[in-house]
């Protein structure tokens, strides 16, 4: 049963909210952000893993025969077939769930571990805060504006192998980062290389003839920042060097590889501190007047 049948067999109670949607790039999987006072799930099961993190309340469910409760601050996660059910305690709850496929697990364990695996997870409640602000962060990410690929899949890989690594029943470990130099060049080459373009993780991975996973830690590693950072980086610095001519704000925000305009206002801020616009005016206003009447 995917989520979606689960909600309808069993519909939200009046004053509950909540919101399912499919995610395309990662095997169409289903997330999901409720908030649930009356709302009770009847005994499901999935055929995908269960991942989620509780931000306010209490859930409390049956599962593998015995009454459980997950509160608020820490990661629930189950593995796929598992009988559950779900209803709210007095205070009710909220959570951020994730149903991932076993192919997209799949995939993410050969890249980290080199080798085809699975996570088994014999607890289904764990308190792990850096974990749960993963989880939480990339749900956010992906309910809200549209973000970049490399951005979203960085957030993804990282989030659901640490979940793995960390609380999975796996026997093989990820090989240490070490130095990659020559991996990490290619790298770099290929984000300056692609400063106007969406990058996709896997296509950088393949530039830099390493894994997705690995790729991630070596760079880390040696430049300091992730793949992404350093594109951010990279494409403010370009960003800076254009308003200093007569390009408009949003062929600045084009030729640097933001969405949209606005994604470049917010991403040049949080880093200059001040807007395009006002970057422009503060260092060549005459320029800024002449690109406005242009």
């Not at 990339?138 to 989030?159: C, I, M, V």
């Not at 060049?185 to 996709?200: H, I, K, W």
């Not at 830099?208 to 070596?218: I, K």
């Not at 403010?236 to 390009?247: D, I, M, N, Q, T």
Request: aromatic fraction near 8%; charged fraction near 25%; include cysteine.
């Amino acid at each position: 049963m995917d989520q979606h049948s689960a909600l309808t067999r069993t519909p939200a109670a009046g004053g509950d909210f909540a919101r399912l949607w499919r995610e395309s790039r990662f095997d169409g999987m289903e997330c999901l952000n409720a908030r649930f006072q009356r709302h009770a799930y009847a005994p499901h099961t999935h055929e995908t893993y269960v991942v989620g993190v509780i931000t306010a309340g209490t859930e409390l469910y049956r599962c593998r025969g015995t009454e459980r409760a997950a509160r608020a601050g820490q990661v629930v996660v189950l593995d796929p077939e598992v009988l559950h059910d779900g209803r709210p305690a007095e205070d009710g709850y909220a959570y951020r769930m994730f149903y991932p496929s076993v192919a997209l697990f799949g995939q993410a364990m050969a890249d980290a571990l080199g080798r085809p695996a699975l996570p088994h997870f014999a607890a289904t409640e764990l308190d792990d805060p850096e974990l749960f602000q993963a989880l939480r962060g990339l749900h956010h990410g992906l309910e809200g504006p549209q973000r970049e690929p490399l951005s979203t899949d960085t957030d993804a890989l990282r989030a659901f192998t640490a979940l793995a690594l960390r609380h999975g029943d796996l026997s093989a470990r990820p090989r240490e980062a070490g130095q990659e130099p020559a991996a990490v060049r290619r790298a770099r080459e290929y984000l300056d290389a692609n400063l106007d373009s969406p990058v996709e993780l896997a296509d950088l991975a393949a530039a830099a003839g390493l894994s997705r996973f690995h790729l991630l830690r070596v760079f880390r590693k040696a430049v300091g920042t992730t793949p992404h950072g350093y594109l951010t980086d990279r494409r403010v610095a370009l960003a800076k060097r254009l308003l200093a001519g007569f390009l408009p704000l949003a062929d600045v925000a084009l030729a640097c590889g933001f969405c949209d305009q606005a994604h470049f206002n917010r991403v040049f801020k949080g880093r200059v501190g001040v807007s395009p616009g006002q970057y422009r005016r503060g260092s060549n206003p005459v320029q800024d007047a002449q690109a406005a009447a242009a």
